[in-house]
T-cell receptor, first 113, second 113 residues
Framework: NAGVTQTPKFQVLKTGQSMTLQCAQDMNHNSMYWYRQDPGMGLRLIYYSASEGTTDKGEVPNGYNVSRLNKREFSLRLESAAPSQTSVYFC????????????FGPGTRLTVT | GENVEQHPSTLSVQEGDSAVIKCTYSDSASNYFPWYKQELGKRPQLIIDIRSNVGEKKDQRIAVTLNKTAKHFSLHITETQPEDSAVYFCAASKANAGNMLTFGGGTRLMVKP
């Protein structure tokens, strides 16, 4: 199993450009998450999808949209990138709710100039 | 919402000494408390977790303790080794739809040989 995969690994955008970060998991997990990690800080939840067909806002959703395309894939879209969105983005998945390990992807390092 | 505070932000120990990292949480309904280790440029990886019906859990050199009354939990690493050097994050979540993790700000542990 590849686990949780993310593309791209690195991306540089100009202010105002848009892009979609892709995440896929092959563990048949129900719930998926998008976090951002700013330098020297912990992870903050952007959006999550408790199950296929549902999405909900996390702590810092402004400026982002998500799509749970199917059980495997959960994408994060920046419609108009801003320098404040420069960060490392991690996708994670979990088999079911109630205290089970979240498996993280390798991350996407995004720089907005 | 949940708030998790983590201390200290940096910790330097001599190889072979013990290290202790402490976290407090605000939501008494939280019932799952994982600890993640993140090496530079890598994804967070779960090292140990504890659920609210347990007071202590050990895994070789790593242990976690939980005090539900005081709403705090701690990570203990004994006989530290240089490869323990990393950033450690605590987190808290509760068993409901979403199982969202709220992370502490992280502790940079440096083990000096």
């Amino acid at each position: 199993n590849a686990g949780v995969t993310q593309t791209p690994k690195f991306q540089v955008l100009k202010t105002g450009q848009s892009m979609t970060l892709q995440c896929a998991q092959d563990m048949n997990h129900n719930s998926m998450y998008w976090y951002r990690q700013d330098p020297g800080m912990g992870l903050r939840l952007i959006y999550y999808s408790a199950s296929e067909g549902t999405t909900d806002k996390g702590e810092v959703p402004n400026g982002y949209n998500v799509s749970r395309l199917n059980k495997r894939e959960f994408s994060l879209r920046l419609e108009s990138a801003a320098p404040s969105q420069t960060s490392v983005y991690f996708c994670a998945s979990i088999q079911r709710g109630g205290g089970y390990e979240q498996y993280f992807g390798p991350g996407t390092r995004l720089t907005v100039t | 919402g949940e708030n998790v505070e983590q201390h200290p932000s940096t910790l330097s120990v001599q190889e072979g000494d013990s290290a202790v990292i402490k976290c407090t949480y605000s939501d008494s309904a939280s019932n799952y408390f994982p600890w993640y280790k993140q090496e530079l440029g890598k994804r967070p990886q779960l090292i140990i977790d504890i659920r609210s019906n347990v007071g202590e859990k050990k895994d070789q050199r790593i242990a976690v303790t939980l005090n539900k009354t005081a709403k705090h939990f701690s990570l203990h690493i004994t006989e530290t080794q240089p490869e323990d050097s990393a950033v450690y994050f605590c987190a808290a979540s509760k068993a409901n739809a979403g199982n969202m993790l709220t992370f502490g700000g992280g502790t940079r542990l440096m083990v000096k040989p």
